[in-house]
């Protein structure tokens, strides 16, 4: 079992990871004096496979468990949702104090995240990841998001968990698909942070989805330090730091709000974004032709797309403009200087992106 603190004075907390771990739960929540009441959220998906392992962990621990299963949809981080549930929450709890804790990917971690952000004004918070993404990118840093109907994201809050718990052995019932998808996070850290990593990625892909144990174990160790160690530095995005975990997400999530966020999934439009944001690195001769390259045929060799298609150029223009990440009128990018090499980038000319999208959809 390896663990990670993330330091955050009094908010900081452990990431635990490891297989076969849940039965180990319940010694970590008693350290923390954490409230006996546990109200889970997850989804049909992940209950099935998952519910009665965390059931009986926690039962035997001396918890009390309820289970409150929502849509397994981007669609569950809606405001409607979030009230419904909230709704039940309260029910459930009435007078007794309640630790909420998310079970499931990333949808499940943003939305149960930003109930108990919000829930008598926070209560306390265990994210127990079970996708490749979550595990590596979702669950740590506290950034909660609900979506709206004009963009994604657009309403969330920043709460610290109080533990994240990954067990490595969910990812054995992950499919191929949401595998790739939370590699494409793990390229993103590599390619804004650490060369070693994209090394190691390069060489050792077909291991993660051969579900090799120490493979996983190292990737999701690496990926989870350096999200730590970059919210560690700037917990609120506010001294432009923790900005380069946005690398491929400005248009990335263009191209998923244009796809109706079914069309593709979060991990295949950030990796879509990642290539828009390296052709704008290439074209603002930043970055060279070959390491531009590198990236995308590590893209390619993950099986992640490297071209849009069933989508509309214009609507997923349209949808750019609206990203968060915008100040004012000015545009900001994440882009890259070289592998491991990220610069934040503002006021670059609309022909550049609009180029680098073009190219996603030349076929
Ligand atoms: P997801 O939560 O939709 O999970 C993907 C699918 O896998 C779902 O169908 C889910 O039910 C299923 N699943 C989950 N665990 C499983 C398991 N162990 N075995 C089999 N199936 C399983 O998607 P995701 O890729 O985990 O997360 C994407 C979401 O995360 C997006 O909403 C994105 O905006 C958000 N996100 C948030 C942050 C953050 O910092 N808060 C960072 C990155 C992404
Ligand atoms: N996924 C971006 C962040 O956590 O800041």
Not at 220 to 226: M, Q
Not at 230 to 235: A, G, H, Q
Not at 271 to 286: F, H, K, P, R, V
Request: with cysteine.
């Amino acid at each position: 079992m390896k663990k990670i603190t993330v330091n955050l004075g009094k908010e900081s907390y452990s990431i635990v990871i490891g297989y076969d771990i849940f039965r180990f739960l319940p010694r970590y929540l008693k350290s923390l004096h954490l409230p006996r009441e546990i109200f889970i959220i997850t989804n049909n998906r992940v209950q099935k496979y998952y519910a009665k392992k965390l059931n009986q962990s926690l039962k035997q621990g001396g918890f009390s468990t309820k289970f409150y299963l929502t849509i397994d949809s981007e669609k569950a981080k809606s405001i409607n949702n979030a009230a419904r549930i909230a709704e039940n929450l309260a029910f459930y709890a009435k007078q007794k104090k309640i630790t909420v804790l998310a079970l499931g990917g990333g949808v499940i971690g943003d939305l149960a995240g930003f109930i108990a952000s919000i829930y008598k004004r926070g209560v306390p918070l265990v994210q127990v990841p079970t996708t490749l993404l979550a595990q590596i990118d979702s669950s740590i840093g506290g950034k909660t998001a609900i979506d709206l109907r004009i963009a994604k994201n657009l309403v969330g809050t920043f709460y610290q968990p109080k533990l994240v718990f990954c067990d490595l052995s969910v990812l054995e019932t992950l499919d191929k698909r949401q595998t790739r998808a939370g590699l494409s996070e793990a390229i993103k850290y590599a390619a804004i942070k650490d060369e070693g990593l994209f090394n190691f990625l390069e060489q050792n892909y077909h291991s993660v989805f051969s579900r090799d144990r120490q493979t996983l174990e190292h990737l999701v160790y690496a990926c989870a330090k350096i999200k730590a160690e970059i919210v560690e530095l700037d917990e609120k995005e506010e001294k432009g730091l923790r900005t380069i975990l946005n690398f491929g997400h400005t248009i990335g999530h263009a191209i998923e709000a244009a796809g109706g966020y079914s069309r593709y999934n979060h991990g295949e439009a950030i990796a879509l974004g990642m290539l828009a944001a390296s052709q704008m690195s290439e074209n603002l001769g930043l970055l060279s032709a070959s390491v531009c390259q590198r990236i995308s045929a590590l893209v390619a060799g993950l099986g992640l797309p490297l071209e849009v298609s069933g989508i509309r150029e214009e609507d997923v223009l349209r949808a750019y403009r609206l990203d968060k990440k915008f100040i004012g009128r000015l545009n900001r990018f994440v882009l890259l200087k070289g592998i491991g090499k990220a610069v934040i980038s503002k006021n670059i000319p609309e022909k550049i992106i609009y180029n680098a999208v073009k190219e996603l959809f030349v076929s």
